[in-house]
């Protein structure tokens, strides 16, 4: 420009700044900044701008703050520009509430000359509140908006939804929507394919299929998107026919599926072990020219892992490095030229993601040292190492019991400038736990604590697994306290472990309280009834099991997991009769299919009173019930006091066979025989021991 007689200005330095900035050499254009004040040339407030929202969006805040006290020295006041640069840069970096702290000032402080925020203010904030969960501060912001018309647009509407569905917050977000629309601000695609995403990721797809609904008639057209947020949603409740009817109906709209659209089903069919249409979907994604990335092999490689292929897996991670996605041929089919443009299959090298999955899959099939391996080959490839990677070793490390080596990987760890997780904490305080390190737990929540970090359900969990199982039981109700106070709601796993331990110290009454506050924080379930029935029927406490075990009878529940037939045998023991009658009863009354073994006992004890009539009586239900395929055949867990019990005498057989057995139930057997001989000729054909859903369960 000089040897043409022309002079750069404040306007050519600028749009080389800017270049710089652009590229992310943000210390570039500093050096340009420089060169202006020594040629004479003042840079305005745009340069200045450009390089503070440069360097906070490097996260170089400190640079950034300097170049603030040296526009005020050239005499140029910062303006919303400036300020919205910096809360921008504290608010991607997590610090909202320093961020806040400006956007106050900007509001109340025009003593100090500050701008007044605009509309890109209001909504920095607003995602920055939402990112962070701080829903009632984004909620005060979001009201005190709406009273200024002009400061709630269309894209404050969408951060807004968009806050409120990334917490869960479904019906929130559904008045927000209405809410824009009763105020004349039309929801545009993105608005509505945020919400589509909440609800597809809370698997409410009916719900989400009405938002398409919406969509069509409001006059917009779903886009790849759309489709592709619905598809991934029936991807992810494992309902492939419904994913591949979607894809059919966005291709017969117009809309061509991309890579991101055939991961999320190739991502599917290999979880639900579909390999063969999986290799199928390869084959028509290289046949339709769509391009296979690094997030289409890695979803191979996981595929590969969990079906049990490793070494196929890995190899192919290997050939990587060389053939890119060609190395998906080491399949063993057609796929050897699945990408034409060696070029472009090269840039399709294995990343971290693609390590952090051979790792994973070496600690779980117990190869610790192949694993040690690849994480120093990553090294090698200046692949540097994230706390999920750690996190594996961590975990593996402390399940093994070896926690000297897990807290060397997490002073490597630290090393490498990666956060300790809840995931981190949750492996060492399960490893602590199995050596008896209680001490050392309390301190390693104590920290958690003090980093910010809120210990989630799965660490209060694994402490009191820790305390129960070193005989701590009475310490575990102030962790319960602390769980409570904190807002963290235990889930049926505390419970069970508390009510199990509890019971097994003999501290019924202290059993039923946790039962209590179990049922008014996590709902009436069966797994609570079943769970306090057993322990209670195991502990003798037969009184209190009948009480649990009506009121699950009049709740409906299903019977799989109740040692009922234990209950009816132990209360003829104790000479209750009447009631274990009145249980059979009850049971009968109720509409159960029970199994019909639990007769045995109460028609057997009927029989040694004389009570002749109504042993007959039961007897015949009995055989009516079996004759009807009215038993029980079905389970969802084994309990654990059916493993354990001892067998009576009239054990755990099924029916049939005690019908058979000479065992010394000598009344009860001549009663059914004599039952059977007043049914008439052949009209039992039930107690010919054929195979039936009942025997199968048995």
């Known amino acids: 420009m000089p040897e043409k007689g022309c002079l750069p200005n404040e306007f050519s330095f600028g749009i080389l700044v800017r270049g710089y900035c652009r590229f992310g050499l943000a210390n570039k254009g500093l050096e340009l900044l420089d060169e202006m004040r020594s040629s004479g040339i003042l840079p305005n407030r745009v340069v200045y701008n450009t390089l503070i929202s440069s360097f906070c969006k490097e996260g170089k805040t400190g640079d950034a703050e300097k170049l603030v006290e040296r526009m005020r020295e050239d005499g140029l006041f910062p303006d919303v520009v400036t300020f919205n640069a910096r809360i921008s840069a504290l608010c991607s970096a997590g610090k909202v509430l320093e961020a806040s702290r400006i956007f106050r000032d900007m509001q109340i402080d025009e003593a100090l000359g500050l701008p007044r925020p605009n509309v890109i203010t209001y909504n920095l904030m607003l995602e920055g509140f939402c990112k962070q969960g701080m829903l009632v501060e984004a909620k005060a912001l979001v009201e005190s908006m709406e009273k200024n018309g002009d400061l709630m647009n269309l894209d404050s509407y969408n951060i807004w939804l968009l806050g409120l569905l990334r917490n869960a917050k479904l019906v929130e977000a559904q008045l927000v929507l209405e809410d824009m629309v009763d105020k004349g601000v ?42 592709s947020t619905l598809l991934h949603g029936y991807c992810r409740k494992g309902k492939l026919s419904e994913a591949n009817a979607i894809l059919n109906e966005m291709m017969r709209s117009g809309y061509v599926p991309n890579t991101y659209t055939c991961n999320i089903l190739l991502h599917s069919l290999w979880k639900e072990g579909k390999i063969l249409e999986a290799e199928e979907l390869l084959q028509k994604m290289n046949e339709k020219g769509y391009g296979v990335d690094t997030v289409t092999c890695n979803i191979v490689i996981d595929g590969l892992c969990k079906s049990g292929k490793l070494d196929k897996a890995m190899e192919i991670a290997h050939e990587m490095w060389t053939h890119g996605s060609a190395a998906l041929g080491n399949l063993g089919n057609s796929f050897i030229g699945l990408v034409d443009d060696v070029s472009r299959s090269m840039r399709c090298i294995p990343d971290l993601v693609t390590y952090s999955i051979i790792i994973s899959a070496l600690c779980k099939a117990g190869k610790i040292d192949e694993a040690k391996k690849k994480f120093r080959e990553m090294m090698g490839k200046n692949l540097q190492p994230d706390a999920v990677i750690f996190d594996t070793f961590i975990h593996i490390f402390c399940k093994e019991g070896k926690i000297s080596s897990a807290f060397r990987v997490l002073k490597d760890m630290e090393k490498k400038g990666c956060n300790k997780s809840v995931q981190t904490y949750n492996s060492l305080i399960l490893g602590l736990g ?66 199990e331990a509890f019971c097994k110290a003999s ?25 306090m029935f057993n322990e209670l029927l195991s502990g003798g406490q037969l009184s209190e099991a009948k009480v649990i075990f009506e009121a699950a009878l009049d709740r409906s529940f299903h019977l799989g ?22 249980i059979l009863h009850k049971l009968i009354i109720k509409g159960y299919k029970f199994d019909p073994a639990s007769f045995m006992p109460v028609v057997d004890d009927l029989g040694k009173r004389g009570n002749k009539h109504e042993a007959d009586e039961l007897a015949e239900k009995m055989l009516e019930m079996a004759s009807d395929g009215r038993v029980e055949n079905k389970i969802s867990r084994k309990p654990k006091a059916l493993i354990h019990r001892k067998e009576t005498k009239y054990g755990v057989d099924d029916w049939q066979t005690i019908v058979h057995r000479d065992d010394g139930s000598g009344i009860a057997l001549k009663t059914l025989k004599r039952v059977q001989k007043g049914w008439g000729q052949g009209s039992t054909p039930s107690l010919q021991t054929e195979k039936t859903e009942f025997l199968d369960y048995w």
């Not at 809370?202 to 609904?213: F, I």
């Not at 910010?452 to 962790?479: A, E, F, H, M, R």
């Not at 202290?510 to 506050?517: D, P, R, S, T, Y």
């Not at 109740?562 to 009631?579: A, M, N, P, Q, T």
């Open 434 to 499: 199995s050596k008896n390190k209680i001490f050392e737990i309390y301190g390693l929540v104590d920290e958690m604590r003090e980093r910010g970090i809120t210990p989630n359900v799965c660490i209060y969990n694994n402490i009191i697994q820790s305390l129960c199982k070193n005989g701590k039981i009475q310490d575990t109700t102030s962790i319960l306290d602390d769980m409570l106070q904190m807002g963290i709601n235990p889930n049926i796993s505390t419970f069970r472990m508390l009510i």
């Open 561 to 582: 997991n109740f040692l009922y037939k234990d209950l009816i045998e132990k209360l003829c023991k104790d000479g209750k009769l009447e009631e274990a009658s009145g």
């Open 186 to 227: 039309e929801p545009n695609i993105y608005s509505y394919n945020i919400v589509m995403d909440g609800l597809c990721k809370n698997g409410m797809l009916s719900d989400a299929r009405m938002v398409m609904g919406f969509i069509v008639r409001s006059g917009l057209s779903p886009d790849t998107v759309t489709y």
């Open 507 to 531: 501290d019924f009454g202290v059993a039923k309280e946790l039962f209590e506050i179990g049922l008014s924080i996590c709902g009436h379930k069966e797994a609570f009834y079943s769970l």
